[in-house]
């Protein structure tokens, strides 16, 4: 049992506010922090019971949000705001002394560029401070982590091939709009693309591998090769893989919106003089675009994101398939957001819950993928993500 601060109040936020506050055995007290303490307020309104507490917080500044921490004296912070505040969030943990949980890695604001040195730096500070930082714990991170350490634990003596397929068929009837935050999605899906291959790290340009990959119970979708930061972690973690991709499906619409959006300078991350007053034209775009958060009334359809992995088991090659299909429907019904939200909070919070019981809890730095995967893989079941597997098929790849 053990209090929990949650910082960021998106769509993600709203879904790890409802799974853990439904978690009554396991989180005494729980606060929902974010920089507009309305959006706390009506998530807490609408979960209702008095279960959770509010506040204000800019998670940038460090010295308020140790004041928060001090205050609060939370067991574990849930980071759900943005990829740019990891860094100051785990600042501040460190020194109100406070384990740290997130799902997307630091990424600097001045430039599309996420990687995990920048987090694995505070391994040593954590462990001499005796706190855990548990890292990329969402679905694409997180449960695709998982999913590869539950593989390694019980299906193969050693893993070559790894590929994560992430397909999202869902439809939410607007022309244009993104799943989670607009300007971190934008920045993600414009990069080149990059995959792992025998040691190395291979680049390509931006979408320019693709085929129709088949997902279960949805039929074929073109799926492109994107780089995806658990590839980096995980090709680390796991040293016999020789080949690690990720795959994820766009729609033809989605993607000429997004080449107008880059060719008309909407995508820029530097500021531009307008009005005489500096803006970035991607921050201004995600002002105008559709709140992901505010989607899922009108979504229809699956998720259906997974591993497929080829490798030796007891000498014999095997391949495998693991893989959640999540209804934006469903999510919606229970959350009042849709699926991506959804898969994103409920491993969060599972990962939350880990902590609290000491089943992931080991001073440092750590990936989901270094953690047992058996007690995460039966919560999954439980909390609203069930899990298929498949043995010795075609994996198509
Ligand atoms: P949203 O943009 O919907 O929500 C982000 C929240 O963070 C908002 O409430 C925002 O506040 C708050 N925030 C932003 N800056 C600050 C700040 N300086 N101080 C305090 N709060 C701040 O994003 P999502 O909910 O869609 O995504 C949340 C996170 O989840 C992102 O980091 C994203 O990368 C990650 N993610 C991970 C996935 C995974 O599978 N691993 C998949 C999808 C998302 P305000 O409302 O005022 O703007």
């Known amino acids: ?49 008095g279960r959770i507490k509010t506040a204000q917080v800019d998670a940038d500044n460090v010295p308020e949000l140790v004041k928060l921490l001090k205050s609060f004296k939370p067991d574990l912070v849930v980071n759900v705001a943005l990829p740019y505040q990891d860094l100051h969030i785990m600042d501040a ?25 920048w987090q694995w730096a505070y391994h040593d500070r ?33 893993m070559h091939f790894l590929d994560i397929v992430d397909c999202n068929a869902g439809d939410h009837g607007k022309a244009f709009a993104t799943n989670f935050n607009p300007e971190i999605n934008i920045r993600e899906v414009t990069q ?70 880059q060719n008309i300078g909407m995508a820029r991350i530097d500021p531009v003089l307008y009005e005489g007053k500096e803006i970035i034209p991607i921050q201004f775009l995600k002002a105008v675009l559709p709140n992901p958060g505010d989607l899922g009334e ?46 994103t909070g409920v491993p969060a919070a599972i990962g939350a819950m880990m902590f609290m019981k000491a089943l992931w809890k080991r001073p440092g730095v750590w990936n989901v993928e270094q953690f047992d995967p058996d007690p995460f893989m039966d919560e999954l079941n439980r909390l609203g993500l069930p899990w298929n597997e498949k043995f010795d098929i075609d994996l198509e790849l």
């Open 298 to 343: 009108n979504y229809t359809g699956w998720t259906s994101i997974g591993c497929r992995i080829k490798g030796i088991y007891n000498g014999n090659e095997r391949s495998y398939y693991i893989w959640n299909n999540c209804s934006h429907e469903a999510a919606y019904k229970e959350t009042g957001t849709q699926a991506v939200s959804y898969t």
């Open 93 to 117: 943990c460190l020194e109100a002394g406070v384990n740290y949980l997130d799902t997307a890695n630091y990424e600097p604001p001045e430039e599309a560029h996420f990687e995990y040195s």
């Open 126 to 158: 954590f462990e001499k401070a005796g706190l855990t930082a548990i890292l990329g714990c969402g679905f694409d991170p997180g449960v695709t982590s998982i999913y590869t350490a539950y593989a390694a634990k019980h299906h193969f003596d050693e």
């Open 192 to 261: 080149k693309g990059k995959y792992y291959e025998n040691g190395q790290w291979v680049i390509t340009e931006p979408h320019q591998i693709h085929k129709p990959l088949n997902y279960p119970g949805i039929g074929p979708k073109e799926s492109y090769v994107i780089y995806h930061e658990e590839l980096e972690s995980l090709v680390k973690n796991f040293p016999t893989i020789k080949r690690a991709r990720f795959w994820m499906t766009f729609g033809q619409e989605y993607l000429t919106h997004l080449r107008v959006i």
């Open 1 to 49: 049992m053990g209090k929990v601060l949650i910082i960021g109040a998106g769509g993600v936020g709203t879904v790890v506010a409802h799974k853990i506050a439904s978690l009554t055995t396991v989180f005494t007290d729980i606060m929902l922090a974010s920089r507009t303490k309305s959006k706390c307020d009506a998530i807490a309104d609408k979960i209702g019971g």
